[in-house]
Nanobody, 122 residues
Framework: QVQLVESGGGSVQSGGSLRLSCAASGYTYRYFRMGWFRQAPGKEREGVAAIDSIGSTKYADSVKGRFTISQDNAKNTLYLQMNSLKPEDTAMYYC????????????????WGQGTQVTVSS
């Protein structure tokens, strides 16, 4: 079982920045994919950004140019740098992991963190 612990959420004003972190442990896979998802009240969970173990990335159209996903494999940590935040970015953000790197970007994740809240005020 892979353990994922998110941190870095908080409250910011529109236009501000936050960096989310996700510390991962309990896996030895060489090829894997990790992603950030979010869920706002009353809405379905959506994929925000994902990265696989060889560094390929995918972003939702709504965050392209504003968010950057990265990973530090030495520290087993995933990051999400969020700039130019908008009120519509307000949601609970979740880190997710799966043990293979191919296939659809937003499905197949079987390990999830507990989430960290991001609130953006106008």
């Amino acid at each position: 079982q892979v353990q994922l612990v998110e941190s870095g959420g908080g409250s910011v004003q529109s236009g501000g920045s936050l960096r989310l972190s996700c510390a991962a442990s309990g896996y030895t896979y060489r090829y894997f994919r990790m992603g950030w998802f979010r869920q706002a009240p009353g809405k379905e969970r959506e994929g925000v950004a994902a990265i696989d173990s060889i560094g390929s990335t995918k972003y939702a159209d709504s965050v392209k140019g504003r968010f950057t996903i990265s990973q530090d494999n030495a520290k087993n940590t995933l990051y999400l740098q969020m700039n130019s935040l908008k009120p519509e970015d307000t949601a609970m953000y979740y880190c997710a992991w799966r043990g293979y790197s191919g296939g659809a970007w937003w499905s197949g994740y079987n390990n999830w963190g507990q989430g960290t809240q991001v609130t953006v005020s106008s």
